[in-house]
């Protein structure tokens, strides 16, 4: 049976707890000051320690510095009110999660059902780095290159915490990869991860489609509708491309975050949610506070830990290696055998790819059906190829089509070229082409349906 400590000095708080302890399944003991802690945990090694900060003869965490039996402990926090700083704190501490004064019971059972020993996070983690040794791999991101090794070492430092998380990095850089990673080596892993780019959901359903809706709230509402935080629950939430959302929105997703309840549209009862969040942006964050595309006080909420993923020209070194996986994946599903030729992994090292990663792949999809014999020389090679599809060659800011080409390629072709111009950049690239980042993003988007599969966004 595991074995809970409560640490705290309120002796009717620590009853209360330790009933509820109890009924999970768990024996559970009750220290109210430092030296009592210390003698229970030499008594029985508990699996997860209720640690009161605010204790009669010190700070709570000076109770790891001198027992070791503690080493292997689940540390849970106890606040008497939730907030950023607590946020920060728990993460610093090393705490895996803390609970707010009263405890509210569903967040207490969430946090029992996932709890994990931190020798098994290690012990994921170490998988993980063994594979970045032997194959270049890291979870679902690919690369040795320093600036990854760094990247690795962010995520093993913040996956096993409950704090959130924002990526940041250029477009096609695998944002999304980061964040999956993270939660498979959460203590989450079990729930559900859901990746909502909020940029690519009309303003009128994003509400609904966050929060959810009750039948009868609005003309087309037949039936009760969860929404992403609901179906989350228990798991990670991915809020990629967080500064689209509208800003009459990010007052409720605050409000979310720091209750931890939502109200569905045309509710009246609050739904409590266990959601990690890790929000996503090819903004610049604090640029986009002062620009008004993010509210600065959801920015603080969301920034407890920034995890920046570098773009391809960063580590360049890392692009064979990313070149052969994604090789070596075409010639799974395709059943061939296609292997690049030295000259060809020399000139795909050798360019900038301004739509990074992203980039990378389609110009492999291209050399994997241009080669015509299982060796993909340089020549196949095109690096016209835009963060979503091929693109066509630029002189200056102009496109040449020939007559008879259809409107919808010349929009294409047009919108491949701006991208290009623009680095990959999506906001300039919209402003130049005269239309809204968010009908750019559309357009790629069913181009990336088209063409591509398994991208980050």
């Given at each position: 049976?595991?074995h809970?400590?409560?640490?705290?000095?309120?002796?009717?708080?620590?009853?209360?707890?330790?009933?509820?302890?109890?009924?999970?399944?768990f024996?559970?003991?009750?220290?109210?000051?430092?030296?009592?802690?210390?003698?229970?945990?030499?008594?029985r090694?508990?699996?997860?320690?209720?640690l009161?900060?605010?204790?009669?003869?010190?700070?709570?965490?000076?109770?790891?510095?001198?027992?070791?039996?503690?080493?292997?402990?689940?540390?849970?926090?106890?606040?008497?009110?939730?907030?950023?700083?607590?946020?920060?704190?728990?993460?610093?501490l090393g705490?895996?999660?803390?609970?707010?004064?009263?405890?509210?019971?569903?967040?207490?059972?969430?946090i029992?059902?996932?709890?994990?020993?931190?020798?098994?996070?290690?012990?994921?983690?170490?998988?993980l780095?063994?594979?970045?040794?032997?194959?270049g791999?890291?979870?679902?991101?690919?690369?040795?290159s320093?600036?990854?090794?760094?990247?690795?070492?962010?995520?093993?430092?913040?996956?096993?915490?409950?704090?959130?998380?924002?990526?940041?990095?250029?477009?096609?850089?695998?944002?999304?990869?980061?964040?999956?990673?993270?939660?498979?080596?959460?203590?989450?892993r079990?729930?559900?991860?859901?990746?909502?780019n909020?940029?690519?959901?009309s303003?009128?359903?994003?509400?609904?489609?966050?929060?959810?809706h009750?039948?009868?709230?609005?003309?087309?509402?037949?039936?009760?509708?969860?929404?992403y935080?609901?179906?989350?629950?228990?798991?990670?939430?991915?809020?990629?491309?967080?500064?689209?959302?509208?800003?009459?929105?990010?007052?409720?997703?605050?409000?979310?975050?720091?209750?931890?309840?939502?109200?569905?549209?045309?509710?009246?009862?609050?739904?409590?949610t266990d959601?990690?969040i890790?929000?996503?942006?090819?903004?610049?964050?604090?640029?986009?506070?002062?620009a008004?595309?993010?509210?600065?006080?959801?920015?603080?909420?969301?920034?407890?830990?920034?995890?920046?993923?570098?773009?391809?020209?960063?580590?360049?070194?890392?692009?064979?290696l990313?070149?052969?996986?994604?090789l070596?994946?075409?010639?799974?599903?395709?059943?061939?055998?296609?292997?690049?030729?030295?000259?060809?992994?020399?000139?795909?090292?050798?360019?900038?790819?301004?739509?990074?990663?992203?980039?990378?792949?389609?110009?492999?999809?291209?050399?994997?059906?241009?080669?015509?014999?299982?060796?993909?020389?340089?020549?196949?090679?095109?690096?016209?190829?835009?963060?979503?599809?091929?693109?066509?060659?630029?002189?200056?800011?102009?496109?040449?089509?020939?007559?008879?080409?259809?409107?919808?390629?010349?929009?294409?072709?047009?919108?491949?070229?701006?991208?290009?111009?623009?680095?990959?950049?999506r906001?300039?690239?919209?402003?130049?082409?005269?239309?809204?980042?968010?009908?750019?993003y559309?357009?790629?988007?069913?181009y990336?349906?088209?063409?591509?599969?398994?991208?980050?966004?």
């Open positions: 049976m595991p809970a400590l409560i640490v705290e000095d309120d002796r009717d708080s620590a009853e209360v707890l330790a009933e509820l302890i109890k009924a999970e399944g024996s559970a003991a009750s220290a109210g000051t430092l030296a009592e802690a210390r003698q229970q945990i030499v008594l090694a508990p699996d997860v320690i209720l009161d900060l605010v204790l009669p003869d010190g700070n709570g965490m000076d109770l790891f510095a001198d027992v070791e039996e503690a080493a292997d402990s689940e540390i849970v926090l106890i606040t008497g009110h939730a907030s950023l700083d607590t946020s920060i704190q728990a993460l610093r705490a895996a999660d803390y609970l707010t004064k009263p405890v509210n019971v569903r967040q207490l059972k969430g029992l059902a996932r709890l994990a020993p931190p020798s098994e996070l290690k012990a994921r983690v170490a998988t780095e063994k594979d970045v040794a032997e194959h791999r890291f979870g679902r991101l690919w690369g040795r320093k600036p990854m090794q760094e990247v690795y070492r962010q995520i093993a430092r913040v996956a096993g915490t409950a704090v959130n998380v924002l990526v940041t990095g250029e477009s096609g850089t695998g944002k999304e990869f980061v964040a999956s990673t993270i939660h498979d080596l959460s203590r989450r079990d729930r559900p991860f859901l990746a909502v909020c940029g690519a959901i303003p009128q359903l994003i509400e609904s489609e966050m929060f959810g009750e039948k009868g709230s609005f003309t087309g509402a037949a039936r009760q509708h969860q929404g935080f609901e179906r989350a629950n228990g798991g990670t939430l991915l809020l990629d491309e967080i500064t689209e959302m509208p800003s009459d929105l990010q007052v409720k997703l605050l409000r979310v975050l720091e209750t931890g309840a939502l109200l569905r549209i045309g509710g009246d009862e609050p739904i409590h959601v990690r890790i929000a996503a942006t090819n903004r610049v964050p604090r640029e986009a506070v002062a008004g595309k993010l509210r600065e006080d959801l920015f603080y909420r969301l920034n407890v830990f920034e995890i920046h993923l570098p773009p391809l020209r960063e580590r360049l070194e890392d692009v064979p990313l070149a052969n996986h994604f070596a994946e075409l010639n799974a599903r395709e059943d061939a055998s296609k292997r690049f030729s030295p000259e060809a992994v020399e000139t795909l090292a050798g360019h900038t790819w301004p739509g990074n990663v992203r980039q990378l792949l389609n110009a492999v999809q291209r050399a994997f059906i241009m080669a015509e014999g299982n060796v993909i020389d340089a020549d196949c090679l095109s690096f016209e190829a835009s963060p979503a599809s091929a693109a066509p060659a630029l002189d200056g800011m102009h496109v040449t089509v020939k007559v008879g080409t259809s409107i919808a390629e010349m929009e294409r072709r047009l919108i491949f070229a701006t991208l290009e111009h623009c680095q990959g950049r906001e300039k690239a919209a402003e130049l082409l005269g239309v809204s980042p968010k009908t750019l559309n357009r790629l988007r069913e990336d349906r088209e063409r591509l599969r398994g991208v980050d966004r």
